[in-house]
DNA sequence: GCTTTGCAACTGTGATCCCAGTTTTATGGC
DNA sequence: GCCATAAAACTGGGATCACAGTTGCAAAGC
């Protein structure tokens, strides 16, 4: 067991910077990060004292992030067991995609409604082509979710973001399921084309079309996690 | 102070029915009636000790809960400052609506499809004229949310269930504002109106009238909010 | 009478201990 | 060798204490 708390033993990021002024909120970005990113996997358990060591803290701060986590339904917590990273059933999956398509194809129309500006747009979407040349699939990963993001943050609704946040912790976990490098690459590269589609539907103010060119984005990726037998039932 | 815990002081509700097993989910479950029947108002503060003391647990679940709901954007709570349930400005309140509209139409669309049962439809329907005509302000805001989650459940979407109830527990401080019996009669014998086009277009699976008829709902009662100065901004 | 200042009460946050279930592991019986 | 069984390790939930900010009230100064 380690010390005291703030112990200094292998803390991967120390609660200085980017800190929310608050221990939970820390931990709650650094658990949000691995549920986003595919880090944490359908199925992957956790302990609030596994976790408080993991991240040098104890286990209030941890227990606070993960009831936070548990009540946007990112994370299943049961009453005495452990804390488990949800397992979607098929028909769970499509019902998320359904809504994520019906939400996030929207806020694409008002983003285009809106108009966006071409430049930061253009180089978000330059960084997820460059991390899929360089071969980096975190990176390509991260890219992913700051485009879509961007898009989302330009259609102007706080609500709307806030409700599409929640459904990518629940779907990060499958959507960046690591199903080997190959299949990554090629679900990627079709991405790739989507992006391309919806990039310049932005541009011209085309409210149509990049909601049918996210919609796409959004049900491949599906389709392709639904053709592999990954989920239950 | 009270004694030591459960000191059934004047607890409201004993722990011991509909307790989902911890006490957490109980405070959770209270707190979040207050919210959705507008026991709780914009602005209102409320302190973990306080609620302790009334509640007739101690600070830890009330902890927990209040931090799910803030989660979940119902409530505010700032670093060192008292908990509030949060004032939302004019654009911000219409933003609340312009994504309950998008969403709880059309779940009202898919539960048309879905095919409805009569029966129990039009129960939850005629309570909620019951407790209109009897002048029970508090049972027609529980019949109205009853007869709204009979057609989301109807929809056989648990995602978009989910973001609808999170809209609700950020609305129904605002909606539910007691703003006088003679308004919020009228407002009530509007929202009835509403209702029986949405029932009968359901049952006869008319997607897009109920879709129509719930969006009528939602908008005119934003509207009487909005009419009157409340919202800041 | 009005402003300013300081102290006291109150706020959420975090740490630690304890408890009652769960899960796993090891042990004993066959 | 295999299965039942018990004990040890581990799980989250809750209570309590300590702490550092915030808020508000009251007394002092002018």
């Known amino acids: 067991m380690l010390g005291s708390q703030n112990d200094m033993g292998q803390m991967p990021e120390p609660p200085a910077p980017s800190d929310g002024s608050s221990l939970t909120a820390h931990v709650y970005d650094v658990i949000s990060e691995m549920l986003l990113s595919g880090a944490l996997k359908p199925g992957d358990r956790m302990s609030l004292r596994g976790l408080a060591e993991q991240l040098g803290v104890s ?3 941890i227990r ?3 009831g936070r986590l548990a009540a946007r339904g990112a994370l299943t917590v049961e009453p005495k067991r452990a804390v488990t990273v949800p397992v979607l059933r098929r028909d769970e999956f499509r019902d998320l995609t359904r809504n994520r398509i ?3 194809s929207w806020a694409a129309a008002l983003a285009a409604q809106s108009g966006m500006e071409a430049v ?3 180089a978000a979407e330059q960084r997820f082509r460059s991390a899929l040349s360089r071969d980096e699939a975190a990176s390509a990963v991260r890219a992913n979710k700051a485009l879509h993001f961007h898009v989302y ?7 709307l973001t806030e409700l599409v946040t929640i459904m990518w912790l629940k779907a990060g976990p499958i959507i960046n399921l690591d199903l080997g490098e190959r299949s990554r690459r090629s679900r990627h590269a079709a991405s790739a084309e989507s992006h391309a589609r919806l990039v310049a539907a932005l541009l011209r103010g085309d409210a149509e079309t990049a909601s049918e060119a996210l919609a796409h984005d959004i049900h491949s990726a599906a389709e392709f996690i639904l053709s592999r037998d ?3 039932d």
Chains 1, 2 share one sequence.
């Open 153 to 159: 943050a330009a259609a102007r609704s706080p609500v």
């Open 59 to 61: 286990v209030m701060p």
């Open 64 to 66: 606070a992030a993960i």
């Open 120 to 122: 930061p747009l253009r």
């Open 230 to 232: 990954i989920l239950p």
């Open 102 to 104: 019906h939400l996030e």
